[in-house]
């Protein structure tokens, strides 16, 4: 895979088309719910965050009004800037890297719940395993690290087989293929999977078209007549709804990872 040079441009565009796609999509409000009822019952205590690919800070945002600590580490500009000033313009405590995530330092620091939501996409296949562990590593006994990915079945890994090369496809890590790496690497005690709905929905064929050229990493170039076509017969065939909406299925695949007290 090419990797985009990260330039302010990029950084803006990638704001604008994950702003319409984080608005889009059921996936926000369900995981919010999940988390409170879920997750920070069970954390060691509501210490430490760490969000690690925190893009415009779904998470960062809402999740720092319930912990004494967050940390963001977050390679884009754009979005490291808003949301370490939002955070810190509520009065709350936001330690943050603008850069990858591999290169950070840390520290001494005792970490209650890493998330790592969507972010693996954009990490190469043989450093997936070290980024994650990584985190887990800083993790307190009893503390929680959450890894969400697109799940094996869902619309949006459709869209990848249709205009990905096979190889890229299959280089695209989904929740369960990750899943299963971790548990052949034998090093988690606790693994679990859990498979959650969601859907994007927007407004125009021009805006679906914009979401797949996002969901793709804007690794095919729609440049000729015969990829534009093609991209515009897609949305058509496979995503128009009969309410005039545009609906992409995104169910997703939690990964979670408990560290044994
Ligand atoms: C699809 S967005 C997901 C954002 C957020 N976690 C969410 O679920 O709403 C992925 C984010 O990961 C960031 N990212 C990609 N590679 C990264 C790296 N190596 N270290 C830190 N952030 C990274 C991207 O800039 C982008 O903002």
Redesign the pocket.
Known sequence: MVKEQLTTERNELYKEQ?DML?IGTTEYPYMAKFFENEIFPHLPAQGHFLD?????G??ARPFSEYFTQTTV????EV?FNEVTAWISAQGRNINGYNR???EVTLGDVQLDLVLM???LY??DADKRSRFIRKAYDLLKPGGYQVI?LNSEGCGIRKVYKEFYPQDEYEAMPSGEAMAALLRDEGRYPHIEERIFPAEITVESHHAMEMLIDFLLLRQVPFETEAQIAHRSQYVKNNLLCDDGQYIMDSEGTMIILRKPS
């Open positions: 994950f984080s690690v690919g925190c893009g415009r779904n998470y580490v977050e390679v884009n979005y990858d995530w591999l939501s969507h972010v954009y990490i969400v």
